[in-house]
């Protein structure tokens, strides 16, 4: 009898030993959903990007909007990111509060991005420049009205497909898509996108941020579920008047063709509010669908790359910090006031370019009256892994370096455009070079900074947090 107990605890043994073996290396206790609604705009809905109408002509490539819902079986939360320019704050808070119905998703745990695409429809918001853009359309009007309900679709469908899943990381190194904008000049003045081969130019002022960082689920089964692919660069490539998703769309149909059709990608843009795809050293002409699509498939190249080095992640407890912060609008004189009303009504007829963005700008810092801009500083984690950053605004990449420098996270994903306000936010030193960025930030110099502290203090919160608790792994 004690021989035979012997056997049957060498068999127990080893069939737990099979069944540890069998199961997903890495497997963690998360559950996700995805989901892709599509957010194609009527046709002579006007374009965003530019200071000018452009009605659109037809569709190039379909928009959407993406989610992504994790649940740790404590916290839940969604990701979505939308092809448009843009989000104003108060289609945000909208689709929040149908998320949270529908869903039970707390608002506050709801990330909502944009990924900057010049080729999508405008989203009115309470910026002077929208009448200018969109003139009024009620086609935008009606467009911004439903586009809540678009994104709260994407996430209860999401939510509707939670099913367990391993989450996995890992990042790569492109340095040849995305160049600073902005450059010393051999005149003594600061150039703004100065043109292909321009003699007078020195040198770029910064440097780019070239890391690609891709975050892949699959389920049980391994079957692919998302890939997160978050990189700085400025979305506005394909031009013309179809609308279009730019080079994500390259992106996810390259990734579509390796990982399948079911596996949605998400493309989340990160800090590049003075990057671009323009590489001045150049003369080929770099403005075409052809472009966007050489674009997409250089980054998905790094993607392909990442993923034969993914690294899972050691805990999935899911946890989510949000703070609303106050920024100050940015300054204007009496004077300053006047001229930009004077060019405000006349639509910039007889205004210099940079004229036209200034007085926008003064007009909308005006009507606030003083009133700060609440935003959103936003933080996702998984474990001490993963982190994801959401800031509003077009965040220069000084800023967001200095995020994932500090950062105690092993992945740190910077998120811009995120949660409802759009404009330029450069870091300190840009504000003495002025230029473009600067001349058309709403907010007063020291924002960016002010958002860089907030989210590296909720960061480390978390980091502690998921350090207390987090189970200290067997010898090996």
Known sequence: MASIHRFSIIVFVGLIALAVGMAPAGAVDIRLGTAAVKINPPNGTPLAGYYGARGSQGV???????AAVFDDGKTKAAIV???LIGIPRTPVLEARQLIEAKTGIPAANVMISATHTHTGP????????????AEGSKLNQD?????PNWIAQAVEEAAGRLAAARVSYGRENEPN????RR??????TIGWNPGKLNPNIIRPIGVIDPQVNVVYAESADKKPLLTCVNFANHLDTTGGMLISADYPCALARSLAEHKGPEMLTIFANGACGNINHVDVTSGVPQGSPAEAKRIGMVLAASVLKAYLHLTDVEDATLRVRREVVELAPAKFTDEELRIARDIVAKRGKGASFLEQVKAYRVVDDAARDGKPFDVDVQIFSLGRDIAWVALPGEVFVELGLSIKAASPFRQTNVIELANGRSGYLPNHSAFSEGQYEVVSTRYAEGSGEQLVSAALRLMY???REATATQTPAAPK
Do not use: N, P
Request: hydrophobic residues 50%; proline residues 0%.
């Open 81 to 83: 990111v939308c092809d």
């Open 183 to 188: 450059f010393w000049m051999k005149d003594g």
């Open 60 to 66: 190039l490539d379909d928009i959407f909007a993406k």
């Open 122 to 133: 405008m989203v009115v918001g309470d910026t002077a420049i929208d009448d200018l853009v």
């Open 177 to 180: 898509l995305s160049f600073i």
């Open 143 to 147: 467009y911004t009205a439903q586009l």
């Open 461 to 463: 919160e978390l980091h």
